[in-house]
């Protein structure tokens, strides 16, 4: 079974129908290309293939940016994860609705889109999920003993094993995934305990960093001209200063940047933008508390482990966190609501505008996911135009964005 790094409902946000030769298929009654065996009216994306040398070709949308067998058990065929994957599924078409949700409100001309708390938190966990399922922790997790494992904390993951009584990593990646999707985000924090005790502690303290130290913003080019890439690593790209590296395995590397923002392309006009709490936020600036605390976080998390003076590429990226309905802007600030219940409920409504971005951030952020994309196969976009023109940017552009690998690459 073939099952895919990136959803087949966001792979068709950047497709077209395939146009085939005229070759009839007499079986099928429909034209079907015999050099490529796709058929005429087929859901194809444009690509840049990374592997075998550089090609620019039209690939299916259902052969795309996945995997054969990602969940079997070479030494155990007749183990069934199939539970697993009809989960994810699941998880997976209730995102799908949430996207078009966003889609069409762009479409529609409008600057604005409410989500529930409970449409925000599907998608930040989705979010997280296609990182963690990405090619490269499966890569990473997809040995046949502790004793291949690479990874820094080879010594933690054998005593979580041994604890567990699981022979394999992969067992570890897996209980990781199911335990999330499973998992509901409550509005008191009881999950953030759950989740550290329940799955393997890195990756669960990861996800409650990602919940908890950044926060959700949608944005769109503000050059009607310009649009955004997918690549099949996009969830594991980190906006940080990273040095330079050979090492193929990006998933070991993750710790030699700050995690400024991190990137979820919904469409080639739309990508979701998640942005460190670190960062300035227009409507708290004005609070001389958040700004003092920001510095103090500011200078614990990032200077002492990376240098004075480390700054995000996007630091001045035009966006805010979402407004929401217990909360009012005054004075540029944010106040809670008067006559409102204060506290986080399950029933809360969230404002995000869809912010216009300058070309300059466009094509940093489009710069990152060119740059690691050579952790995985291919570079997707819509218009030929649009990304030949970004390319020819990124490799004329003196090295700020990105490009900071060895000349084999």
């Keep these: 079974q073939y099952q895919h790094f990136i959803p087949q409902f966001l792979l068709k946000n950047f497709s077209h129908k395939y146009v085939a030769p005229d070759y009839p298929d007499a079986a099928r009654g429909r034209r079907r290309d015999p050099r490529t065996g796709i058929y005429s009216g087929e859901p194809v994306v444009n690509c840049l293939r990374l592997s075998d040398g550089f090609s620019l070709e039209e690939c299916p949308a259902r052969r795309a940016c996945g995997l054969e067998n990602m969940y079997e058990d070479t030494e155990n065929p007749l183990k069934d994860y199939s539970h697993l994957e009809n989960k994810f599924a699941a998880l997976e078409s209730t995102a799908s609705l949430i996207y078009r949700k966003i889609i069409k409100t762009y479409k529609d001309g409008k600057d604005d889109i409410w989500l529930t708390r409970a449409e925000q938190d599907v998608l930040r966990k989705f ?28 010594g933690w993951l054998q005593e979580y094993m041994e604890g567990c009584r699981v022979i394999k990593p992969i067992d570890v990646w897996l209980q990781s995934l199911e335990t999330i999707i499973d998992l509901e985000i409550d ?16 990756i669960g303290d990861m996800f409650v960093d990602y919940i908890n130290e950044m926060y959700m913003t949608i944005c769109t080019p503000d050059n009607h001209v310009e649009e955004f890439i997918l690549t099949d690593n996009c969830c594991n790209v980190i906006e940080g200063r990273t040095p330079a590296y050979p090492d193929t395995n990006a998933v070991n590397h993750l710790d030699l940047a700050p995690c400024f923002h991190k990137f979820a392309p919904i469409s080639p006009k739309l990508m979701i933008v998640l942005r460190s709490t670190l960062l300035p936020e227009p409507l708290d600036s004005a609070n001389s508390v958040v700004t003092m605390w920001r510095q103090v976080q500011q200078q614990i998390w990032i200077d ?44 809360d409504n969230f404002c995000f505008t869809i912010f216009k971005i300058p070309s300059r951030h466009v094509r940093i952020i489009n710069g990152l996911l060119i740059d690691h994309a050579f952790h995985g196969s291919r570079i997707i976009f819509l218009k030929k135009k649009a990304f030949l023109d970004l390319v020819e940017w990124f490799l004329a552009e003196p090295c700020v964005v990105g490009k900071k690998l060895t000349e084999k690459y």
């Design 304 to 347: 002492t482990r990376f240098g004075n003076g480390t700054k995000s590429l996007l630091e001045d990226l035009p966006i805010r966190k979402a407004k929401t309905t217990y909360m009012e802007e005054v004075n540029g600030e944010l106040k809670p609501r008067t006559g409102q219940n204060h506290k986080p409920g399950q029933h």
């Design 127 to 154: 979010m997280f999920l296609l990182t963690l399922r990405s090619v490269q922790y499966h890569r990473k997790f997809n040995l046949d003993s502790i004793q291949e494992y690479e990874g820094e904390d080879k």
């Design 187 to 202: 509005t008191d924090g009881k999950w953030e305990k759950f989740i550290k005790e329940a799955i393997y502690f890195p």
